[in-house]
């Protein structure tokens, strides 16, 4: 049997930067929320803050950990499996990953030994800079990542030379017309993936009545950051879908399910593509609401697929990603401000939010997944949009070679994954210290009081 | 001629040999932990506990700068190396996450965690060996290349292990110390024997090295290399064998010695490949980026790198000293 090594090349890309994309969501989000923990503990000296930055640490040093190995495994990955994306877009794209490693990758990987280790070897100064310096520099690695991925999606600044990308001028290669909203719209999503994270892993152990009261400065902490994020989250990507229909039509039109060109186009809610016939079967719509929210006028005009023949991306995973990533958007901000609306009115969460919240712990996970097979499935069948296509930049290994890694990959990750969650389940099993110092004090209180 | 290609040349050599020299001690930990206890284990995965994220680092730089400086053969270079690479970084992989698993997961799961990262240790180590063997042999697909490429992935593991030996003499006291020594003094000589062997073996390997070594008058001037190289070698081979020496806590001489040997193999592999990024393929002229490019990265690297080396240095003091058992809270 034959395989295609592009599409194999294609599905290992895909496998590893799913994969990798999981930890740095969380880090990059997590990262923030220690760093108020620990100025909290700095400003109140409550030592319950300083339990929570410390329950807070080792989940991230362990998420860091994988986010470091698999990311290591992209660095390489360009090379060994795409080595025409290097050959003509390596002018931009490496001094870029370069700056990622100079810049960023370097201070979080040193300074996250403070964080861990450094309690009694550095000031409560040095321990909270640390933090800082960790904190810019994983926002900072999302920088570089993020501005190459959006001038992949949007060039700009650059001159074609003999077919060799050669650079023009690099602010207008860094700061490219979609950088800025893809920016905002990870570093937002990171955020909440990590609130639902510590909130939702947080309820569990209130409901395993492993909590002490740290445990519920992080669930407050975690469901009102999200309950702000999450509608701010929807308007950035209201921004983002706008500066997409004017830079990359294709993407959206396969996002809307639009096939012909049309004024005040209707919004597909739910249906099912069919490519073949250029139609949406079973389709639920809401008439001249897709023109209404991206031309954001009633008779809007929208391109339709049929314009991009040969040059528009597969619709069918576009078009459920996208549902997916905004069904799960919508349910976040559901629970955050139900959540919310309880812990306001009762102080406390009872037995039924603190199930959701934990059933929602990963809800970041899938959004973010689903929102990058949008943005990046969208973009197909280039590499570098309307410059380099994925076709011609792909090694020429044989099948089975790329078959043979695939699915050693696959088996490693699929390991890695399910040893994670477990290990952070166990991790949320033990007693909070805060617990312990709570029961600790009343045995004291009750020994006094009996003597 | 332009300048900027060979200043990246440099910075690469110097993040990879700055990779061999730390990354090295900690796969060289990895690779001695069947020989310890359960609870010495513990002691040496914590020497290497705020260190070893960082020292992964340096490879990613390496690559970095191959993928900033030299688009062209960072895509020749591993497309060639595919298997190799593969197997290197799902050895990384395992390693890696293993070593923060092993504390966190439960207590039945540890010796299995412990396994694996021994496994991705001496994996990752012999990969590397592979890579390193087949791009001295300019990548090509011949029988020599083969057995050049298995030497060295032999090779490596015990330079490896040498190091992870050293640290322990820098970093532990008491018990741990001496079997560290024993352990060295084991490992030492198959490793100069190997160091030896590879020396001779690399210009009978490859008839470009051996032009640029054996010909007057460069292999006067090169003499020092070898024979800085033996000294250490040698340096490192006494303290090991003088039990006074090592009572007296010189054991850090030892790591001294094998960065002076890393120094110079690296000096020499350097000479052996230079101008060639590629040996008889490419040179670092044909293998850069525009010099647009060039200039745009030079100024990060000219500014990030001594702020690494600072950095870096900055932590070592932090966590400076014999272990104590590290654990987050304390």
Known sequence: ?451 | MDWLPIFFVSVMGFALLMYTILDGYDLGIGMLLPLATDSEKDVMIATIGPFWDANETWIVLGIGVLLMAFPMAHGLVLTSLYMPVAVMLIALTLRGVAFEFRVKTKTEFKATWTWLFFIGSITASMAQGWMLGSYVMGLRDTPLSLVFSIAISLMLPCLYIMHGVAWLLVKTDGDLYCKAAKWGRLCIVPLGLGLFLISIATPIASTEIANKWFSLPEAIGLLPIPITVAIAYLVALWVLRSPKILAADYGWIVFVALIVICVMCTLGLGYSIFPDVVIGKLTIWEAAASRDSLKFAFVGTVIAVPCIFIYTVFIYRVFAGKIKILSYES
Not at chain 1, 249 to 271: C, D, M, N, S, Y
Not at chain 1, 312 to 341: D, E, K, N, Q
Request: aromatic share 14%; glycine share 8%; proline share 4%.
């Open chain 1, 1 to 451: 049997m034959d395989f295609d090594p592009l599409i194999l090349s294609r599905i290992q890309f895909a496998l590893n930067i799913s994969f990798h994309i999981l930890f740095p969501t969380i880090t990059i989000g997590l990262c923030w929320l220690l760093l108020f923990f620990r100025i909290r503990f700095t400003q109140t000296r409550d030592i319950e803050w300083e339990y929570a930055y410390y329950f807070w640490v080792k989940i991230f040093a362990l998420t860091f950990a994988l986010g470091v190995v698999s990311g290591i495994t992209m660095s390489f990955q360009f090379g060994t499996n795409w080595p025409g994306f290097m050959e003509k877009a390596g002018n931009i794209a490496g001094p870029m990953l370069g700056y990622e490693v100079l810049t960023a990758f370097f201070l979080e990987a040193s300074f996250l030994s403070i964080m861990l280790f450094g309690k009694n070897r550095v000031s409560n100064k040095v321990h909270l800079l640390s933090t800082l310096v960790v904190t810019v520099g994983t926002s900072m690695s999302a920088f570089w990542i993020l501005s190459l991925n959006s001038w992949m999606q949007t060039p700009d600044g650059y001159t074609l030379i003999d077919g060799v990308i050669h650079i023009e001028n690099w602010m207008e290669i860094i700061f490219n017309p979609s950088f800025p909203y893809r920016f905002a719209h990870m570093l937002t999503a990171s955020l909440l993936t990590a609130s639902f994270l510590v909130a939702g892993v947080s309820a569990w152990r209130a409901r395993k009545k492993v909590d002490g009261p740290a445990t519920w400065k992080v669930i407050r902490t975690g469901v009102f950051l999200a309950a702000i994020l999450a509608p701010v989250q929807i308007l950035i990507g209201d921004f983002h879908g706008l500066n997409s229909l004017e830079h990359q039509p294709a993407k959206v039109a396969a996002i809307e399910g639009v096939w012909h060109t049309q004024r005040g186009a209707p919004l597909t809610l739910f249906g099912i593509p069919d490519e073949q016939q250029q139609t949406t079967h079973y389709a639920i719509k809401i008439p001249k609401l897709a023109s209404l929210i991206l031309t954001h006028e009633l008779e809007g005009e929208i391109q339709g697929l049929s314009d991009f023949e040969g040059e528009h991306p597969p619709v069918t995973p576009v078009f459920w990603a996208f549902r997916i990533m905004v069904v799960v958007g919508l349910l976040m901000l559901l629970v955050a401000w139900f959540c919310s609306y309880k812990i306001f009115k009762y102080k406390t969460l009872k037995d039924f939010s603190l199930r959701i919240l934990s059933w929602m712990t990963f809800s970041g996970w899938v959004a973010v997944l689903a929102g990058w097979y949008v943005t990046e499935i969208g973009r197909q069948p280039w590499v570098v949009t309307g410059i380099l296509r994925t076709s011609d930049v792909v090694a020429d290994h044989s099948g089975g070679t790329v078959l043979t890694t695939l699915v050693a990959y696959s088996i490693l990750y699929t390991g890695l994954l399910v040893s994670y969650v477990l290990t952070l389940r166990y991790m949320s099993t033990k007693k909070a210290r805060s617990l312990m110092a709570m029961q600790e004090r009343q045995k004291i209180d009750q020994f006094n009081g009996a003597g």
